[in-house]
């Protein structure tokens, strides 16, 4: 397979059986992107190699295309026939018109493209960023509910901001820009912090900035509900969610501790902050 390397990127996703695997360019044009130390190498016609940086996928709503390989300085996006169509019940055609893809079972075209010169283009624009979706208006019942345990059975309103939106936390960065801010409106450096002791406010980074600033950054005592407001809301949030799960599956109560980590790992990872929009 020998792949160009223009100065211009083309934009276009191209579909051929020459290609060996899927494989973009450009890291943006994935979505659940995993980042990869030793992902392997490919080579091309020329015999020239280049490294893996991670998978991806692409999708436009309706067909999505899995474990798409980002190759730093390749110039076009490349869709491998043999890779689309093993294991993924697909088949592909071509003809002088162009290429459709059809689902083997119900023999439904999924995609259908025109021939562009001596080119296969595939006619679909992959979403990009935020998807604009909505779990219960476009999934299947049985996915939502399925979600919905899996989340600890969190309500279908929080799952539905989860799926539309990148939500990561970013305390720390958070932290730092609202100090630099408090500074500039009041024109007086900040002496002292108080946070919790939460990985997200105790690491080097943000501790490299306090000290820098000449900033005394205090803790809240570990296992002390009484300094932490919020804790004891959160921890009935907690309570609710194990004697959901609990009561859902019919389990005894001595998987009580079990339930009450599973919802604590869920409602970190899944839990909107109202004032940043990020999970906690």
């Not at 010169?117 to 049985?142: Q, R, S, V, Y």
């Not at 305390?171 to 002791?197: G, W």
């Not at 820098?212 to 309570?239: M, W």
Request: include cysteine; charge should be positive; charged fraction near 25%.
């Amino acid at each position: 397979m020998l792949v160009m390397r223009d100065e211009q990127y083309d934009p276009e996703w191209y579909i051929d059986s020459g290609f060996s695997r899927h494989m973009t360019g450009k890291r943006e044009e994935l979505r659940e992107y995993r980042s990869l130390r030793n992902g392997g190498k490919i080579r091309y016609g020329n015999n020239a190699t280049d490294e893996i940086k991670g998978y991806g996928m692409i999708t436009n709503g309706e067909l999505s295309i899995p474990k798409v390989a980002y190759v730093e300085g390749v110039q076009h996006n490349l869709i491998s026939v043999s890779q689309l169509v093993v294991g993924s019940g697909l088949k592909v055609s071509f003809d002088e018109d162009g290429s459709e893809i059809i689902e083997k079972k119900t023999k439904k075209i999924v995609l259908k493209s025109k021939r562009k010169g001596e080119m296969f283009p595939l006619d679909m624009k992959p979403i990009k960023g935020k998807p604009a979706i909505c779990l219960l208006t476009k999934a299947a019942n049985d996915d939502s509910w399925l979600w919905n345990r899996r989340l600890s059975h969190m309500n279908f309103r929080d799952i539905n901001k989860l799926v539309l939106g990148d939500l990561k936390s970013e305390a720390t960065l958070n932290m730092i820009n609202f100090i630099k801010q408090v500074e500039v409106l009041l024109r007086k450096p900040d002496q002292m912090i108080r946070s919790n002791n939460g990985t997200e406010f105790k690491n080097k980074v943000l501790e490299d900035f306090v000290v820098s600033k000449g900033i005394s950054h205090n803790f809240s005592a570990p296992y002390t509900p009484q300094q932490k407001g919020v804790v004891e809301c959160r921890n009935r949030s907690l309570c609710e969610a194990a004697r959901t799960m609990l009561s859902f599956t019919r389990l005894p109560l001595y998987f009580w501790a079990d339930a009450i980590a599973t919802a604590c790992f869920t409602q970190n990872l899944s839990t909107i902050n109202k004032q940043f929009l990020l999970t906690t």
